[in-house]
């Protein structure tokens, strides 16, 4: 998570949403990625979609099974549908998102359903950690936007 944490530092310097993202397999890292929609100007350019299609280009396969992501901030329905349909083994998250969390806060897609695979899931790894930078990034952004009235 620690990596992750230091993907979303990348976000927050770009003035993206502070969210990081690394996968994992074999214990080795062999993808990380933090936000990058609002550079991009394109809402897919999530941090975990923008790791699974680096994991799979170094893998070779749509498949991602026996990879581990670790990421930030808990992922949002589409990036939770990504984990299902890459076959993710296992999601390790280091907080939740009360507004748009789709493992456990909003809805679970990983348990909820009956989908053809499900992703175990860890939750509160770094919690503090990734809440701070999330925090400090909303009070940052905030105050910008309220000196620019």
């Not at 310097?13 to 993202?21: A, L, M, R, S, T």
């Not at 992922?75 to 507004?99: E, F, H, Q, V």
């Not at 770094?126 to 952004?141: G, M, N």
Request: glycine share 6%; aromatic share 6%; hydrophobic share 35%.
């Amino acid at each position: 998570m620690k990596e992750a944490l230091k993907e979303a530092s990348k976000a927050y310097k770009e003035d993206e949403i502070p969210v990081g993202c690394v996968i994992v397999k074999d214990g080795k890292i062999i993808a990380r990625a933090h936000n990058r929609k609002v550079n991009k100007n394109n809402t897919l350019y999530h941090a975990e979609l923008i790791a699974i299609d680096k994991a799979s280009k170094k893998l070779d396969s749509w498949r991602l099974t026996g990879c581990e992501m670790y990421v930030t901030l808990e992922p949002c329905p589409m990036c939770a549908g990504a984990l299902i349909n890459s076959r993710m083994s296992k999601l390790y998250i280091g907080t939740k998102d009360p507004k748009a969390g789709a493992c456990g806060s909003v809805l679970n897609l990983l348990s909820d359903y009956k989908f053809n695979h499900k992703v175990e899931v860890e939750h509160g790894v770094l919690q503090k950690e990734c809440e701070k930078i999330l925090k400090e990034f909303f009070k940052e952004l905030r105050e910008r936007n309220k000196n620019e009235k």
